[in-house]
């Protein structure tokens, strides 16, 4: 059995954290850990049966857990705007946000309910909305907010001439951009809340690679069966060969989100072997996130494409 590396996270008593993609794999390592600190943290799903699920997983082991379970669609931006409106008539600052959800090569092209492409609708303009609908809560609470990426953003780039992928659709391509998109915008949120006093802090993160089931049987993408690359990563990770656990893929987001150590605008990784597992760490920009100007535009168009602004100043809910 492979062995997690060991990561304290500090007392997180009276604050509140929200997780997307919490239900299940990496997301829900997350959210164990948060509330086992003595976070209160929301859950918010698409499928409330599995939310529910996974509050009574975390129960058994941790009873005094506080976790409440919201429901979100990321792939709706009316779902998004939705749970925005409930959480901002709570009034509650929101202290951690993990951008952690995401969908990964579906067998064809799927698009969102509001017609972009799944994973660029999915993985990125849905958190860039979110974020949006909570930046007063956020703001509040002096937030760190943690966006989960891939090593799959370690190359490729924006898609500027199709950027839904209308024509010659390449879903691993297509992945690889909603990853990087996500990363130029968490980078450009830090630069954009320095610059007006929003008080956020935003920084990225990736876990390596661990089984999860992101390329598992997903009927809702259109996957009947899970993938033979997901077969081949459950294997190399029981054996604890190169690759990481949930639980070891799960630290890097957490440090991210939770250790006084971590800043603004950085990235952090498994610090193994071709940072495919291991121990979390700060690790050098992926290249397509270097671009300050990339990711302006990229702020730009996914606000204009999501229908948010962050022109109004955070105020205290």
């Not at 959210?31 to 976070?39: K, W």
């Not at 799903?45 to 379970?69: C, D, L, M, W, Y």
């Amino acid at each position: 059995m492979p062995r997690t590396p060991r990561l304290d996270l500090p007392d997180l008593s009276g604050r509140r954290a929200l997780v997307t993609g919490g239900s299940d794999g990496i997301g829900l390592r997350i959210v164990q850990r948060l509330a086992a600190a003595g976070a209160e943290v929301v859950v918010p799903v698409r499928n409330r049966a599995k939310g529910e699920a996974a509050v009574s997983t975390i129960r058994r082991t941790h009873p005094t857990a506080h976790v409440v379970v919201k429901d979100l669609d990321l792939a709706s931006l009316g779902s998004v705007a939705a749970l925005g409106d409930e959480l901002r008539a709570e009034g509650r600052p929101i202290h951690v946000l993990v951008n952690n959800a995401g969908v990964m090569v579906p067998p064809q092209r799927r698009t969102t309910d509001d017609g972009f492409e799944l994973q660029l609708g999915t993985n990125h303009l849905g958190h860039v909305a979110l974020v949006a609908h909570l930046l007063p809560l956020l703001s509040a609470g002096e937030a760190r907010v943690t966006s989960q990426l891939s090593i799959a953003a370690r190359s490729g780039a924006m898609h500027w001439d199709d950027i839904s992928w209308e024509t010659r659709y390449d879903a691993r391509r297509a992945y690889s951009q909603s990853k990087i998109a996500l990363g130029l915008f968490a980078l450009e949120l830090d630069r954009r809340s320095r610059a007006a006093g929003w008080g956020i802090t935003s920084n990225a993160s990736h876990p390596g690679v661990a089984p999860t089931s992101l390329l598992g049987a997903r009927p809702e993408i259109g996957r009947d069966r899970d993938t033979p690359q997901n077969a081949l990563i459950r294997r190399l990770s029981r054996a604890g060969i190169l690759l990481g656990t949930p639980e070891s893929a799960a630290l890097p987001a957490l440090f991210a989100a939770t250790s006084p150590r971590a800043r603004g605008g950085a990235l952090y990784g498994p610090d193994g072997l071709g940072n495919l597992g291991g121990a979390p760490a700060e690790q050098r920009l992926f290249r397509p996130l270097r671009d300050p100007a990339e990711a302006d535009r990229v702020w730009r168009v996914s606000t204009e494409l999501s229908g948010v602004s962050f022109t109004t100043a955070a105020r205290t809910p």
